[in-house]
């Protein structure tokens, strides 16, 4: 098996099973250059029970980068709450009013949980080898302390006391240590050996035969991207690369030869719910940075560009250095010291003794006054407040690695899926080659001796023959009785249905024009098509097209020959693959929007949207459809003549779409919004600079048409 996915920041990983590594490496090497090899990461798979062999769980994925010395590298940090089992240092713990003890054999083992909200430490030491030249005393809870002959402090004198003023130095007998926490740095750069990717069990569900787990295809795109980049996945399957670029705001191309892919795809991106992750390029962004970096918020306007990523949660990195550089320790210790000092020196009077900071005793004596019991009570919160804070001071200013796969998310907003397209199917077609070497086509023109040539325009007429061509209503389906071959230049065969009822009806001719295979049927070819019709005494023309340019969507009539645009289904590419039952709606005529302008206020206009005109074949009149068969419209208030934009879009239907919409995203909906959504009149908005509105109409079955109006 492989898999490719591949990054406009210059990287491609590609998963393989073991049988393919070394084949896949080496052409990978030829393409890319042994020097663009990144890494070759080990995944772990599926486990199977093998009675003859070892069974093999091991997948890889070979990264290559267009330029190995330039690629974009995000680490993927893996935090690791505690330290080992029975660890031979980490044996202390921290208790949330700063009192510490040594851990029990039990706790050690784990056969006893920790208290929570205790930290882990150790001893750790502050003396480096070399002597000082500068004087390296320090006073530590009235005792003098130097490093030792031919040794110095870890840092400057300064930063010792700093350090001291922070809580984290503590005496042992004749030595002084700092506290060395377990969560100082209590994490790991993701190695290539992952052991937490199998599939099954309480992963992600499978849905498609050959689907990736979301955690491999999710590191590598958080590894090699940054939110706004560009993934290319030509290997869809059940879409869970454009699933997870979706969650991490990446742009997306993805590609599949099948229909089937292609559909689970599509309703795995619409109906799936994403967290909502706060921009760093937004107001809330910034208060949030500000917040956790204990800055003042700037004050520079915000896009909500998603190139800026997103606030991350990070993982401090405390170092020695890091504590004894923060002078904001400095300031919070005189700011708690106007107040711990007066309770001292009250608490000192209360119980007639002198004690200093560091002989104040965690828990009061029994016999002590009321007085003084209350005066070590305040004391004592008002000296946890101030390491509570010197701690907040020391993670934010400390260095840090971001989590990039840890986002703050917004819990008050659910992400939907952006917009998307599905373009086309194209058709499978399997070259060989014959005796020479040379390429054959069976798409092109066939030689002798080898195969059949592919007759588009007669592979189309059998599926129009077998399926008929459905409207907007089961009842109003043409069924085709023949089809005849035409010797015409648009005209390529004849179809004859009955109008009206099948036992007294009158049977009326159809010509049929089929356009291009690839390609889009412009309103000069529907003109011509019809004018061959009218020479032909046909009754009605059925051009059948997989697409229609903007403006044959307003040509619907030439003198007495009705012409119905029959959409074709993409399926039909692939129909040398299918079996045709005729039961599909491989060529589907939706009519023309029945529109009205209306006047507004202040010079606006609205669009009210009455239905759909639909030929009836029972009756062969053209009449509006009602609003019940539209799924959703859209308005291009200022249409270019080139892309349709969408710029206003409604829904209706004669379900409950609201419904549908607050169990697809389970969550409420405000009411008085999609009420403005929910209708056949848009809003009021201004004439358009350029003359002309489109108004594009979905119906249940998922076909579009569009039509272009002019507005004065």
Known sequence: MARDLLTDSGSIFVQIGDENMHRVRSVMDEIFGEENFVSQISIQKTGGFSQSKIGNITDYILWYAKKADQVKYRPVIQLIPEPPINDPNYVLIEFEDFTFRRMTSEEKSRRKSLAERTRIFRYGPL??????????????????????????????????????????????????????????????????????TQSGGFNDPKIYVVQTTIKVIQRCILMATDPGDLILDPTCGSGTTAYVAEQWGRRWITIDTSRVALTLARARIMGARYSYYLLADSRDGQLKEAKITRKAPPEAPTQNNIRQGFVYERVPHITLKSIANNVEIDVIWEKFQKTLEPLREQLNKALKQNLEEWEIPREANDKCSNEAKNLHSEWWKRRIDRQKEIDASIAAKADFEYLYDKPYEDKKKVQVAGPFTVESLSPHRVLTVDENDELIDTVAESKEGYGEEQNFAGMILENLKTAGVQQAHKEDKINLSSITPWPGYYICAEGRYIEGDTETGAEKRAAIFIGPEFGTVTRPDLVSAAREAGDGDFDVLIACAFNYDAHSSEFDKLGRIPVLKARMNADLHMADDLKNTGKGNLFVIFGEP???????????????????????PNTGEVRSDGADGIACWFIDTDYNEESFFVRHAYFLGANDPYKALKTTLKAEINQDTWDTLNSDTSRPFDKPTSGRIAVKVINHLGDEVMKVFRVQ
């Open 127 to 196: 003396k480096s080898d070399g002597a000082s030249k500068t004087n390296q005393t320090i006073e530590f809870e009235g005792k003098t302390f130097l490093p030792g002959k031919n040794s110095h402090w870890k840092t400057h004198v300064d930063g010792m006391y700093r350090i001291g003023q922070a809580g984290k130095l503590v005496r042992l007998g004749t030595t002084i240590y700092h506290r060395l926490y377990w969560d100082s740095f209590s994490a790991k750069t993701l190695d290539n050996i992952w052991l937490d």
């Open 594 to 616: 029945d529109i009205d302008i209306l006047n507004a206020e202040d010079d606006q206009i609205q669009v009210k949207i009455n239905g759909v005109d639909v030929f009836h």
